[in-house]
């Protein structure tokens, strides 16, 4: 009991440390531009620049999409590839791994030999009768929140004096979790705001206490006290979110720990939880 009361603080104290500083935990962040999604740019009149305006294309050889990291700083998509990686002009990486497109020399292919100055200029809404105009790239990232499950729907069951529970929601159990999964999202830039979408499935582990004397048993407990017993929550979870808001769907198993845990009616039973999620915000 020492240690699960010793591991739920450990929990406690770093979910408390993620909520201001999960905006950094992305593990991996890339976003991916094809070549599809770069003629349909630039058909849009978009297109990938360096600082003296020359403009840049993918050559033939690049059959996966383009990964890159991008900031977005006075309405300029400022790029920077990801994983173009050669031998002959990076020592560190294995000779092995060579940039299928290093052969081409034309300055206008992207490939590792092009100086790291690649950007998207976005387009100004000079008038007020313009139509704001923006740029929508897919990312994909590794990413660890905090949520709050507010919402568990738990099934229906009898007690110990074969009295039924019908299927019931239960709101009153402060729920803590941590949640790690892999988003799937899009990014919107125009020159006044970014916003991100994401889904993102994934596992949560979360926690909680309750009152054996205010929940249903298997059995009668007789005792002098009133005890209160840690629950411990893993479920699967979907994030639905923009920014770094989400709402976090989940389905899990509870458990109790303590004395007369096997007592309580809902030991090991499934349950649907809703709550909310922080940790999503990209920018």
Excluded at 168 to 186: D, E, K, P
Excluded at 218 to 228: C, D, G, N
Aim: charged fraction near 20%; charge should be positive.
């Amino acid at each position: 009991m020492k240690k699960l009361i010793l591991f739920s603080l450990f929990i406690s104290i770093f979910s408390n440390a993620l909520i201001s500083q999960v905006t950094n935990n992305r593990i991996r962040f890339k976003y991916r531009i094809s070549k599809k999604k770069l003629e349909r740019l630039n058909e849009l009149g978009y297109f990938i620049a360096d600082d003296k305006g020359k403009h840049y294309h993918f050559c033939d050889k690049l059959k996966k999409p383009f990964k890159c990291l991008i900031t977005s700083k006075d309405s300029i998509l400022t790029i920077d590839p990801w994983g173009i990686l050669d031998s002959r002009t990076n020592n560190s990486i294995s000779k092995n791994e060579k940039d299928p497109c290093y052969s081409f020399d034309s300055i206008n292919v992207i490939n590792a030999k092009t100086p790291n100055k690649l950007k998207i200029v976005l387009k100004p809404r000079n008038l007020v009768g313009n139509p704001t105009t923006s740029i929508k790239l897919p990312y994909q990232t590794f990413i660890i929140s905090v949520n709050i499950i507010g919402l568990k729907i738990r099934p229906s069951i009898k007690d110990y004096n074969d009295s039924a529970y019908s299927a019931n929601a239960s709101t009153g159990t402060f729920n803590l979790g941590v949640s790690i999964g892999y988003s799937f999202g899009i990014t919107k830039f125009n020159h006044r705001t970014v916003n991100s979408w994401a889904l993102t499935p994934g596992l949560s582990f979360g926690f909680s206490s309750t009152s054996l004397s205010k929940e249903p048993l298997k059995r009668k407990i007789t005792t002098t006290y009133t005890p209160s017993n840690l629950i411990l929550s893993p479920c699967a979870s979907l994030i639905v979110s923009r920014n770094d808001i989400g709402i976090i769907f989940t389905y899990g198993r509870d458990f109790m720990s303590g004395r007369h845990s096997d007592d309580w009616a809902y030991q090991g039973k499934g349950f649907f939880g809703i709550g909310i999620v922080a940790g999503l915000k990209l920018f």
